[in-house]
Structure formats: C-alpha cells, structure tokens
C-alpha cells in the first residue's frame, strides 16, 4: 500500500481527483490529507479545500485518511471543524480519522482527541515518539486501530515494533526542497527515495511520502512568487546497475530575471521536461501526466497545473510500480 502525504489544497486534491478512478481500480493507493490554514493565517479557505476533497475521494469511493488533529501550527483547522467536514461530505463512508501522536502531547489529550471520534476506527501519525509509550499503547489496545503510521527517523524499531502485529505504513519525505528554485540541481538524477524496495524487508505493510511538494507546508506557496520556472519529475531507475530507488530530475528555465515573462520561462522549463520524457517514452507510458507534459499543450500551463501534473504523476508512478 502506498500512502501520499497531502495538504489539502487545491491542486494536491484535484491531482487526486484526475487519478482516483484508476487508483481505485489500481486498489493500492490511499492518500492522507493533512488539513493546513491559509495564507492569513485563517482556517477558512483551508476547510473550503477539505470539504472539496472529501467528496471528490468519497464520490470515487477512494479510502482516504484525514488527520484530525492537525499539529503544526496553532492556526490550523481544529478537530470537530475536520470530524464535522468529514461527516457532512462523506456520503459513502470512505475517510478514515487519524490523530497525531507527538513527543509534547499528553496522554489526556490524546484520550480526549480519540473520544471525539465516537467509537469509530482510526489511524495514528506516529510524529515522533511518546513521552511514556508503555502508557500509550496500552491506551492504543483498547480501541480498533486502521493503520499505524510512523515516520522514518522519528521514531526507532523498537518503537514501531510495539505495534508490529497492526497495519503499519513508513512514511519518509524524499523531496528535498531548497531555498530557491534555482538552487535545484539541474539535468541530474538525484536519489528521492528508495524506502518503496525496502519497506517490506523492515516490516511494514506500506510506505509513503510527501510527493514532489515536501513536508515544509507554506500557505503561500513558499514566500514570493518564484522567478525561476522549476518542475520536478519523479521516476523509477532508468540507468542499468543502478541500486533501485525512486529518482528525481528537476527542469528549470533559462531565465531567471524578475522581468522575464513567465510563460516564456514556463516554456523553457516544460520544454526540457518533454525532451527528457520523448527520450525515454517505454519508462513513462503509463502516465498520463508525462503524456500531457511531452506533448504540444494547447496553451502555456500555469504554474498550479505544472505543480498538479507533477504530483499526479507521482501519484501514477507508485501506483504502477505496485510495490
């Protein structure tokens, strides 16, 4: 099972919604939306996307995970705002609660977040270790428990093994974002992740990752508008002898002035991109996102649709790989 990690914005959801027919059919996809607050600071928007979300994956009938207790900042969306979206939304019962487990939460919280969900069954984020997890998964044992997550360097083997007898997703962000766009390597083929060809060797029944956006959530899509152009493309190893592992290329504009007109920059990077895909057609035949990036688009994409052609792609790969 592959798991992606979302924020419930726009074009992660409507990146989903584009594949979620075939990741039903596929049966091994089952993202996790991680509800953030908007660019103010205010839950509004953020609930607006959720609602979105939940009825796209539950009129598609995709078993989907939505964190309930959102804990990266004060301003997040609150848990009965998410429980009430998920009520209301969910017309065919496919969205599966989670709650966060943290090294600063107390144990009366968590007790408190998981009454709140009345009973029924439920993930866990693992984001770092209990403080007292002898107390934790004593409490955990007590109720029906849909998945265990737990992320990769977070949280030790001896840890995750308390749990070894339940569903238990890896989750590692393999995106490594820099300060720029321009800072991104270009032309070259860097390591994302290789956790989807050993998950199973440490246990685990699936793995996940962040996509092509990262762990790092901004609600304004990093800061001010980028002036260089960057798309990011993930793929499975395509040099011979290579350890097997998921790669990344990043095809970036020429230009890189702040008066360079961006659909000329849009135009340098998606050109790029279409050459690398043409060149190597056998390794991306399945996606349907490489198919739009390699061929002549109609008008030039803004920056939103390059950025959800990329995660869908994502989305494809792993799927097809089947792993």
């Known amino acids: ?31 996790l939306y991680i509800p953030v607050r908007d660019k103010k600071g205010k839950p509004g928007v953020a609930i607006r996307q959720l609602e979105f979300a939940v009825r796209e994956v539950s009129k598609a009938r995709l078993p989907t995970y939505v964190l309930t207790t959102p804990f990266a900042h004060k301003t ?4 009965s705002t998410i429980l009430k979206v998920m009520e209301e939304c969910d017309s065919h019962g496919v969205t599966i609660p989670v709650v966060a487990v943290t090294s600063g939460k107390p144990l009366a919280t968590l007790i ?3 009454a709140a969900l009345k009973g029924k069954p439920f993930g866990v984020l693992h984001r770092g270790e209990a403080a007292d997890p002898d107390r934790l998964q004593v409490e955990l044992d007590k109720h029906q428990i849909a998945t265990h997550f737990f992320f990769e360097g977070d949280c030790d083997n001896a840890y995750c093994d308390r749990w070894e007898f339940s569903n238990r997703v890896l989750l590692q962000d393999g995106f490594a974002r820099q300060q720029r766009n321009a800072d991104h390597r270009q032309g070259v083929d860097e390591e994302y992740s290789d956790l989807a060809y050993r998950y199973r060797r440490k246990g685990f029944e699936g793995y996940g990752d962040h ?7 901004t609600p304004t899509g990093g800061g001010k508008a980028a002036i260089t152009v960057a798309i990011h493309l993930t793929f499975q190893t395509l040099v011979a002898n ?7 290329r990043h095809f970036l504009s020429d230009d890189s002035t702040a008066t360079a007109p961006r659909a000329v920059c849009v135009r340098q990077a998606l ?3 279409g050459r690398f895909i043409n060149q190597h057609r056998r390794a991306f035949a399945f996606s349907t996102a490489c ?8 008008s030039t994409p803004s920056l939103g649709v390059l950025k959800r052609r990329s995660i869908k792609h994502h989305l494809e790969l792993m799927s097809h790989l089947n792993l």
């Open 271 to 273: 050109d790029k991109l």
């Open 242 to 248: 290579r350890p097997q592992s998921i790669w990344i």
């Open 291 to 298: 198919q739009y990036f390699a061929g002549p688009p109609a």
């Open 1 to 31: 099972m592959y798991v992606p990690l979302l924020h419930a914005r726009q074009e992660e959801r409507l990146a989903v919604r584009e594949v979620a027919n075939a990741l039903v059919a596929a049966g091994n996809v089952n993202p």
């Open 112 to 114: 408190k977040e998981i």
């Open 211 to 217: 996509t092509i956006v990262g762990e790092i959530f």
């Open 76 to 79: 997040d969306p609150v848990q």
